[in-house]
């Protein structure tokens, strides 16, 4: 073997954004934006990573590597594997993507799985896709310490769609339908994920505190929303607001689930389920800003039928569902400041070698 690829597809939560992290479900679509990495193995204990797209190089010996930053992926993913690649290990990599950064498509866990599936095949260990999805997780979340749960790396590896419990041994379900008419509205602002979901996690912990105090019976799984909205009407805290959102999202994606399941032709209830999860986070989460509303309300004013922030919110972008209007719904985006692409579902995570 002296040459390995790897192509992994960004994702969209279809729903369930904030959930994953809460051990609830979720249900994601891979897009046709893909992260290519192609590296040829030199055997001279040096690793060199051309990031095309960001015009920037690391080169590295093959030791174990210090952890910095939370943005350390690289090293992070390196570390999980350097014991298990010999001693005269050295690459040549280069990484090129089509996958907009900092957007809500999952653009740094998508990363971290193409570097793992790279260091796992390099090493020999030749892991499932279930493992890989894991080991990603572990190189991103755990090892640099942040919020995140599990959902990015799963979608991004297993592709197409997906209903994914976020919890135990992560079980899947791939959903067999096919979408079209999805636009993804760029708002052009970025958003700062990680600190966002630190706060975030903290609030939705607050409430479930409170509403444990309550009622020692509290649970995430399958607590009824009305008696938590009960309680944030008599005490307005920001947890319970943040605990409110997350239960209403719980439900959106078992509906979603049950019509992607039975029924995945119903365009208008698959939008009405994508404008109550946008209304959820607009409402309870406070996430959505002034600027990407407008850009919906022009969206759905050209056809689009249901629209959706996607990611950890305060800027990056929304999914747009526009089936048979996308070139109208795309132009007013574009017309009124936004950045708007047609995406398409796509396929896994993919390895090759020579």
């Not at 999805?133 to 991004?156: C, P, R, T, W």
């Not at 197409?160 to 636009?183: A, M, P, W």
């Not at 399958?222 to 909205?229: A, F, L, Q, S």
């Not at 039928?305 to 972008?317: A, P, T, V």
Request: proline fraction near 1%.
């Amino acid at each position: 073997m002296k040459e390995i690829y790897i192509s992994i597809p960004g994702r969209v939560c279809l729903f369930g954004e904030d959930v994953d992290y809460m051990g609830l479900e979720v249900i994601t679509l891979a897009i046709d934006n893909r992260i290519n990495v192609s590296g040829k193995i030199t055997n001279d204990n040096t690793i060199r990573i051309n990031l095309t797209d960001l015009e920037k190089e690391i080169e590295f010996e093959n030791k174990n590597q210090s952890i910095k930053s939370k943005k350390d992926y690289v090293f992070s993913a390196f570390n999980m594997y350097q014991k298990c690649l010999p001693k005269s290990f050295g690459a040549k990599i280069e990484v090129k993507s089509s996958l907009s950064m900092g957007k809500g498509l999952s653009s740094s866990s998508a990363f971290c799985a193409a570097l793992v599936a790279f260091f796992d095949k390099a090493a020999g260990v030749n892991s499932s896709d279930k493992e890989l999805a894991k080991q990603a997780y572990f190189a991103e979340v755990i090892n640099l310490d942040q919020a995140g749960g599990m959902m990015d790396h799963f979608a991004s590896v297993l592709g197409d769609i997906i209903y994914l419990e976020c919890r135990g041994q992560y079980n899947f379900e791939r959903l067999n339908v096919k979408l079209d008419g999805l636009i993804i509205g760029d708002t052009l602002k970025q958003k700062e994920t990680i600190q966002t979901l630190m706060v975030r996690k903290k609030e939705i912990n607050e409430g479930i505190n409170w509403m444990k105090k309550i009622d020692q019976n509290f649970n995430l799984l399958n607590y009824p929303i009305g008696i938590v909205k009960e309680e944030y009407q008599e005490k307005e805290s920001v947890g319970l607001r943040r605990l409110l959102g997350i239960i209403g999202i719980r439900d959106v994606v078992r509906a979603g689930y049950d019509l992607l399941k039975n029924n995945g032709g119903n365009k208008n209830r698959f939008a009405e389920l994508l404008n109550q999860h946008h209304h959820i986070q607009q409402e309870y989460l406070e996430n959505v800003t002034t600027r990407m509303q407008e850009l919906i309300l022009y969206a759905n004013d050209a056809g689009a039928l249901g629209c959706k922030l996607m990611g950890s919110g305060n800027g990056g972008s929304f999914l747009a569902y526009a089936p048979n209007s996308e070139e109208e719904v795309m132009k007013i985006i574009n017309e009124h400041g936004g950045a708007a692409y047609l995406v398409q579902q796509d396929r896994g995570l993919e390895i090759s070698t020579k």
